[in-house]
């Protein structure tokens, strides 16, 4: 395993441990808002803080991009971080949350680690050598037709300014699939077109971390990711779309057909 992988996984169950404990006193917690819909609680803050520290004491000199404390420093590699992933199900007790640690070297993911903390569910990807749960290896579905494919999503939950557009979307991916799931934590689905329990995926307006490490994991297992016109960029731009390549290609054309 790839030394920098091993780093990343270190820092995730550190993380994992501090959510699971956590978790058993989910009144206790103290809840801020950063705007509608969009909650942090000092527990994103202490997992954030306790990776940030594992991959600081490793790798010094990399650069941070994490969701609650931003970017910081200056190098070819930044690690992309989502402490936890799904934070308003967490605080519901819904089981559906991660953390997302990525490593991007030179602007292309190189690590990814997505920990299902819930179900210590271990997703791992290293540019090059495939994609595995729990250190078995792990492909998207080979599924051919976009109408027997299931298809995950997330609804507009902060930002409503293209919410007509998002129901579009929604409404032919709903008659054109096999159905559609929304289990509200980014990582987790794309993890989850990884190991080919979802054949697709597609949401609009997400941060970089929500997608960086599971983007890795989806193409390290066969699969392929663009944004909505099937183009890299889906990082910075937000909208992303992946699956295996022939329900892919169909979802791209499914949404080129309602630009």
Same mark, same amino acid.
């Given at each position: 395993?790839?030394?920098?992988?091993?780093?990343?996984?270190?820092?995730?169950?550190?993380?994992?441990?501090?959510?699971?404990?956590?978790?058993?006193?989910?009144?206790?917690?103290?809840?801020?808002?950063?705007?509608?819909?969009?909650?942090?609680?000092?527990?994103?803050?202490?997992?954030?803080?306790?990776?940030?520290?594992?991959?600081?004491?490793?790798?010094?000199?990399? #650069?941070? $991009?994490?969701?609650?404390?931003? &970017? +910081?420093? @200056?190098?070819? %590699? !930044?690690?992309?971080?989502?402490?936890?992933?799904?934070?308003?199900?967490?605080?519901?007790?819904?089981?559906?949350?991660?953390?997302?640690?990525?490593?991007?070297?030179?602007?292309?993911?190189?690590?990814?680690?997505?920990?299902?903390?819930?179900?210590?569910?271990?997703?791992?990807?290293?540019?090059?050598?495939?994609?595995?749960?729990?250190?078995?290896?792990?492909?998207?579905?080979?599924?051919?037709?976009?109408?027997?494919?299931?298809?995950?999503?997330?609804?507009?939950?902060?930002?409503?300014?293209?919410?007509?557009?998002?129901?579009?979307?929604?409404?032919?991916?709903?008659?054109?699939? #096999?159905? $559609?799931?929304?289990?509200?934590? &980014? +990582?987790? @689905?794309?993890? %989850? !077109?990884?190991?080919?329990?979802?054949?697709?995926?597609?949401?609009?307006?997400?941060?970089?971390?929500?997608?960086?490490?599971?983007?890795?994991?989806?193409?390290?297992?066969?699969?392929?990711?663009?944004?909505?016109?099937?183009?890299?960029?889906?990082?910075?731009?937000?909208?992303?779309?992946?699956?295996?390549?022939?329900?892919?290609?169909?979802?791209?054309?499914?949404?080129?057909?309602?630009?």
């Amino acid at each position: 395993m790839h030394p920098m992988l091993n780093i990343a996984i270190k820092a995730a169950r550190k993380a994992g441990s501090i959510i699971n404990r956590a978790s058993l006193e989910l009144e206790q917690i103290r809840v801020a808002s950063k705007q509608t819909n969009d909650f942090v609680t000092e527990v994103d803050h202490a997992a954030e803080q306790a990776i940030i520290a594992t991959l600081r004491e490793a790798y010094p000199d990399h #650069a941070i $991009l994490a969701e609650e404390s931003g &970017a +910081s420093g @200056d190098s070819e %590699y !930044v690690w992309i971080i989502d402490p936890l992933d799904g934070t308003t199900n967490f605080l519901h007790g819904f089981p559906q949350y991660a953390v997302s640690i990525g490593l991007q070297h030179r602007g292309q993911m190189a690590q990814a680690v997505v920990y299902d903390v819930v179900h210590n569910e271990l997703f791992t990807a290293t540019r090059g050598r495939g994609a595995f749960v729990n250190d078995r290896r792990i492909r998207v579905s080979s599924r051919p037709m976009l109408r027997d494919a299931l298809i995950g999503t997330g609804f507009p939950y902060r930002e409503f300014s293209r919410i007509d557009r998002y129901v579009e979307l929604f409404k032919a991916f709903a008659q054109g699939s #096999a159905g $559609l799931r929304r289990p509200g934590a &980014a +990582s987790l @689905d794309l993890a %989850y !077109v990884a190991a080919g329990r979802l054949d697709g995926f597609f949401e609009m307006g997400l941060a970089p971390w929500d997608m960086a490490a599971g983007s890795l994991l989806v193409l390290e297992a066969g699969g392929l990711v663009g944004d909505f016109k099937g183009d890299e960029g889906y990082l910075e731009g937000g909208d992303i779309v992946c699956g295996n390549p022939k329900v892919f290609a169909q979802m791209i054309a499914t949404i080129a057909g309602r630009a």
